[in-house]
């Protein structure tokens, strides 16, 4: 059984970048048949698709948040990790890493218990 | 800019059944979107409930379906129990590596 763990500080100052880890135990990050993906929750409100990324490196933003995302992936960990640029207030949320199973299916067969990062200063 | 539409709230009695949709803010819900359906209680993560349209996850007791209804993707719940009241929240995949989550629906069994 996959299982996926968000790990950060749950606290960042505004405008500085909120940066978080996935790690994935149970399952090889490198398998071909899925993407690591990252979703948030604003408190309060729904589910928000941030992006993902192959293990091979092809990354997927939403366009909403593009130009301040990063996703990469560490193969040898069996890790991967955001980081979101320029945060505000607007940014705290429960960050969420799951795995998003492609070829066909494509669905989010397996979630992180999701971290709260509070933008404060 | 592309919206997923789901009912903000809905009530079913215990033992009842209950259908709710997930939309598209223009143009109609085929399987092509593989639509996939979530339940998320409060402070806890989503759990994975039904993927490509009617596919159950495991574990996902019978009572959960999937199908397109219309122009939409639904969610049935036949003989609803107390802890079916959660958030339900759809994801259409749009192609081209976009995913897009619907607003959730409150359901609240009572």
């Known amino acids: 059984q996959v299982q996926l763990q968000e790990s950060g500080p749950g606290l960042v100052k505004p405008s500085q970048t909120l940066s978080l880890t996935c790690t994935v135990s149970g399952g090889s990050i490198s398998s071909g048949a899925y993407y690591c993906s990252w979703i948030r929750q604003h408190p309060g409100k729904g589910l928000e698709w941030i992006g993902y990324i192959y293990y091979s490196g092809s990354t997927y933003y939403n366009p909403s948040l593009k130009s301040r995302i990063t996703i990469s992936v560490d193969t040898s960990e069996n890790q991967f990790s955001l980081k979101l640029s320029s945060v505000t207030a607007a940014d705290t949320a429960v960050y969420y890493c799951a795995r998003w199973r492609r070829d066909g299916y494509n669905y989010f067969d397996s979630w992180g218990q999701g971290t709260l990062v509070t933008v404060s200063s | 800019q592309t919206v997923v539409t789901q009912e903000p709230s809905f009530s079913v009695s215990p033992g009842g059944t209950v259908t709710l949709t997930c939309g598209l803010s223009s143009g109609s819900v085929s399987t092509s979107y593989y639509p996939s359906w979530y339940q998320q209680t409060p402070g806890q993560a989503p759990r994975t409930l039904i993927y490509s349209t009617n596919i159950r996850s495991s574990g996902v007791p019978d009572r959960f379906s999937g199908s397109i209804l219309g122009n939409k993707a639904a969610l049935t719940i036949t003989g609803a129990q107390a802890d079916d009241e959660s958030d339900y929240y759809c994801?259409?995949?749009?192609?081209?590596?976009?995913?897009?989550f619907g607003g959730g629906t409150k359901l609240t069994v009572l």
């Open positions: 994801v259409l995949y749009m192609g081209s590596g976009i995913s897009v």
